[in-house]
């Protein structure tokens, strides 16, 4: 790699895990994914030391780096700080630069942003703190039925008849589901319910937010291939996903690193 080329960083500090991105050019040229352990700093480090390990870059070398997310504040590096909706919001923007409107599915939160030209945010909404509107619905799902959390989603494309939630809460629901066990009704029809009920969450955010296409779909929720056509058939279009949707917030970092250099 050339010497004069400029690389620079994007690390997105999530509570479960911590992601890092190296873009040269808005281009990704390395990234890594690591569990945070419960040691936001020691992991960021670790993490970052990943990304420049695979580029054989040095840490000095950078050009600029840009932290992101929920440990932001324990970077063990100096770096500048962009909020997590302004970073996903610039990721998807570099990987599909029509996008308009971002739906971000995480563990605790569902975002839903719209996009400028330009990738900025003109206006965004969060979900209330209710799991039927995040990635832990899905995690309590699966504990109940006691399947893994990456077999939920083909598993639910088998569905025929989708059990209907009567609720929008989750905690009403996870006694909900155990009764439907009981009733005898199928794992997939459990699953595809558990997949509506969140996409209407979704489609019911969108609404308010005067949805414009193209839509994106990332964050953990749409590495689920039921959830992210359930999403699609709720709101009538196709939404696009990125190849790594973990890492659309590190590599918007990045890319805000790259942009404010510019």
């Not at 840009?66 to 500048?80: C, D, K, L, N, Q």
């Not at 790594?244 to 250099?261: D, F, H, I, S, V």
């Amino acid at each position: 790699m050339s010497d004069s080329q400029e690389y620079y960083a994007g690390v997105d500090i999530g509570s479960a895990f911590i992601k890092a991105v190296l873009v040269s050019h808005k281009q990704i040229v390395a990234s890594e994914i690591l569990a945070s352990g419960g040691n936001y700093k020691k992991t960021a480090r670790r993490v970052l030391d990943e990304v420049l390990s695979k580029a054989r870059v040095s840490l000095e070398k950078l050009s600029g780096i840009v932290v992101t997310g929920i440990g932001a504040e324990s970077a063990p590096f100096p770096a500048r700080q962009f909020s997590d909706i302004s970073c996903q919001a610039m990721g998807c923007h570099c990987l599909f630069p029509s996008a308009r409107t971002v739906i971000d599915i995480g563990g605790q939160f569902t975002k839903v942003a719209k996009l400028t030209p330009k990738g900025r945010i003109a206006n965004f909404l969060m979900s209330e703190k209710c799991a039927t509107g995040s990635g832990r619905f899905l995690q309590v799902i699966a504990r109940i039925l006691r399947i893994d959390m990456e077999d939920i989603g083909l598993l639910s494309l088998k569905s025929q008849t989708p059990v209907e939630f009567s609720t929008n809460c989750a905690v009403f629901a996870e006694s909900e589901t155990v009764s439907r066990i009981a009733e005898g009704a199928r794992m997939e029809d459990i699953l595809a319910g558990v997949h509506h009920a969140m996409a209407a969450k979704v489609a019911m955010l969108v609404k308010r937010l005067k949805m414009e296409p193209d839509v994106v779909l990332t964050g953990g929720g749409s590495e689920d291939i039921g959830l992210v056509l359930a999403v699609s058939e709720t709101l009538g279009v196709k939404v696009l996903v990125p190849e790594q949707p973990r890492l659309t917030a590190a590599m918007g970092a990045a890319c805000w690193a790259e942009e404010g250099k510019h």
